[in-house]
């Protein structure tokens, strides 16, 4: 039986490997050939091997909540599932604030450490809807940090509401905004992006958003949405765009990659990217992103056994408890809503992996040294085998 190291000289990715080993970038034409290399355990192997070198056995987690306060959306991504055009169509809904605050009261039971808020792009919503969410989600929880609101959304707002894209994001900070999640990337490709996203923010504005999320400093993290009509050199050129800004700022903090879900939108004729497919795009963005210091596998997004796998494919980071998500589950996702931090840790201990706590700073809250507590007010959870 060949040992890994002849393998992946087998593989033909031996200079890959010595680039890697020796802290020289890898190229281009070194992702694409990392994608088209037929010996996925190969790739995986060498993308281990940097994940163990910055992070050991080590896997991330937290203790969020999701909450999409409306699905009324002006943009018509087609491979959206989530969003309705306007208050009214069937399945359309918009929280009023006091709902939205009432999700976050009756977790007082819950250490949460984050709440994470993404909507669609509603055009009847006035500005203070969304500084009046930060604020009284801080008045109810004032140690909570506020993840919310996409670079697209940053950049509807700015246009919606007639300022910049640095005053939208001064006076939600100055309402409680503590860092923005990273969704509405897509794929940076121009090309990709007319076709299956052509009416919201482009990658140029996308990355000056989070350029001046960074500057305030402020953290971010990003997304890339594969499995659907990009090619390899377009995932890698997406890899290569946020690697370069992640060069100007610093202030990534994660790269996501999240699979196409095919149900339910316009591009159903459409498979879903293969467990295959997944577990390669984690480990090519894990060598290919020197820079950025952990790679998330989306356990909402890919499976969760799939997600498993993927701690041993370059990801470190498994997201959080998440608790109530809709625009994965609306595409036909069939993952649970939620996990319990004692699931989560199972998971990942059953993986071979330890497991941490951590707030979205990557902050420590608990070590793997810690029980696997089941805390309360946490329903209808996933338990990881």
Not at 132 to 147: E, N, S, V
Not at 264 to 272: E, I, S, T, Y
Not at 377 to 385: L, P
């Amino acid at each position: 039986m060949k040992t890994m190291t002849e393998r992946v000289r087998a593989a033909g990715l031996a200079d890959i490997a010595d680039k890697v080993a020796g802290g020289v970038r890898l190229t281009l034409e070194d992702g694409v050939r990392l994608f088209d290399c037929p010996d996925l355990l190969a790739v995986g192997h060498l993308a281990n091997r940097e994940r163990e070198r910055r992070h050991g056995k080590r896997t991330y987690y937290n203790f969020n909540i999701r909450l999409e306060a409306t699905n009324v959306c002006a943009a018509s991504c087609l491979f959206c599932s989530f969003a309705r055009l306007k208050p009214g169509d069937a399945g359309s809904y918009t929280m009023s604030l006091e709902q939205v605050f009432d999700k976050l009261r009756s977790r007082a039971d819950q250490p949460l450490t984050e709440v994470h808020v993404v909507n669609g792009l509603h055009p009847d919503l006035p500005f203070d809807y969304y500084v009046d969410m930060l604020r009284g989600l801080k008045r109810i929880r004032p140690g909570i940090h506020l993840k919310c609101f996409t670079a697209v959304e940053i950049a509807f707002f700015s246009d919606l509401y007639k300022m910049s894209d640095r005053d939208v994001l001064e006076r939600l900070r100055e309402a409680g905004l503590d860092s923005l999640p990273g969704g509405g990337a897509e794929i940076f490709a121009e090309r990709v992006r007319k076709k299956i996203a052509y009416d919201k923010a482009d990658a140029d504005r996308y990355l000056a958003i989070h350029r001046i999320a960074h500057e305030m400093g402020m953290r971010s993290n990003v997304t890339m949405l594969y499995g659907h009509i990009e090619t390899h050199a377009e995932r890698v050129d997406h890899m290569l765009r946020s690697r370069a800004l992640q060069d100007e700022t610093g202030g990534f903090q994660a790269f996501i990659p999240l699979a196409f879900h095919p149900d339910n939108n316009q591009m159903r004729k459409l498979p879903a990217p293969s467990a295959a497919d997944t577990l390669r795009v984690h480990a090519v963005a894990r060598l290919m992103l020197d820079n950025i210091p952990h790679v998330k596998a989306f356990w909402i997004a890919t499976g969760v056994e799939t997600a498993q796998l993927a701690l041993w494919f370059g990801a470190d980071d498994l997201d959080g408890t998440v608790q109530e998500e809709k625009i994965y589950h609306m595409a036909g996702a069939r993952t649970p809503e939620i996990m319990t931090t004692s699931a989560i840790r199972r998971l990942i201990r059953n993986a071979g992996r330890e497991p941490v706590e951590r707030d979205t700073l990557y902050n420590v809250v608990t070590g793997p040294e810690a029980p696997d507590v089941v805390h309360t007010g946490t329903v209808n959870a996933v338990s990881a085998s």
